[in-house]
């Protein structure tokens, strides 16, 4: 088969983004003071994890966002969690999210999986590019895979204890499209992201790369 990457943009995602904008604009003068108060911006570029819930106008569906957000007023959406009518079950057919699961088996050595979903697409590859810092306080980029399955496991020595897990998923997503001139169906991918952190307040080294992808 052929493989061909290309890009896709969601017309749903699209609207999310919209709503997300008119709900953070719309919020009040003093919380927007105290979300400025309560960060340092001096010496890095921080983003605030924010979490909302929310309802969509024409479905009345429950939708819970992560979006992170800056002191520049940089707002991008990372999670997306849509809720059938219980408002308890996640409609995971419409939604995008992962589920971090970890432990420190001993002291900064840490060991978990993240299980990854997103919406009705076939995942063929999840990676997880995790950002540690060693004893001489550089970071170092590790990189752990899963083929064919949304879950993938990592183990390793990050002496931040503050951020422990940090970094990004590189979610390989596969695709069908027709070539007009041969009327053939052919088997494509594309590839969608997701920050990951452990710490509502990061300097993510990834965000700046990954967040408009």
Do not use: W
């Given at each position: 088969?052929?493989?061909?990457?290309?890009?896709?943009?969601?017309?749903?995602?699209?609207?999310?983004?919209?709503?997300?904008?008119?709900?953070?604009n719309?919020?009040?003068?003093?919380?927007?003071?105290?979300?400025?108060?309560?960060?340092?911006?001096?010496?890095?570029?921080?983003?605030q994890i924010i979490?909302?819930?929310?309802?969509?106008?024409?479905?009345?569906?429950l939708i819970e966002l992560e979006i992170y957000g800056s002191t520049k007023e940089n707002k991008f959406l990372n999670q997306a969690k849509w809720f059938l009518k219980t408002d308890v079950d996640i409609d995971s057919l419409n939604s995008h999210f992962y589920k971090l699961e970890f432990n420190e088996y001993k002291p900064l050595n840490y060991k978990g999986h993240i299980d990854v979903v997103y919406?009705?697409?076939?995942?063929?590859?999840?990676?997880?590019?995790?950002?540690?810092?060693?004893n001489d306080g550089k970071e170092e980029v590790l990189s752990f895979k899963s083929n064919n399955s949304n879950r993938v496991n990592f183990k390793f020595l990050n002496v931040d204890s503050q951020n422990p897990i940090k970094g990004v998923l590189c979610i390989k997503i596969e695709t069908e499209f027709l070539v007009e001139e041969s009327k053939e169906y052919l088997v494509g991918h594309y590839f969608?992201?997701?920050?990951?952190?452990?710490?509502?307040?990061?300097?993510n080294s990834f965000i700046d790369e990954y967040k408009n992808k």
């Open positions: 088969m052929n493989y061909i990457k290309f890009s896709s943009i969601k017309l749903k995602h699209l609207i999310v983004s919209i709503c997300i904008l008119i709900s953070l719309s919020c009040g003068k003093k919380d927007k003071e105290t979300y400025h108060e309560e960060i340092d911006y001096s010496d890095f570029n921080y983003y979490n909302l819930k929310n309802r969509d106008s024409s479905t009345d569906q919406e009705k697409k076939k995942i063929i590859e999840v990676e997880f590019k995790a950002i540690t810092s060693k969608e992201y997701m920050l990951v952190d452990t710490n509502k307040l990061t300097n």
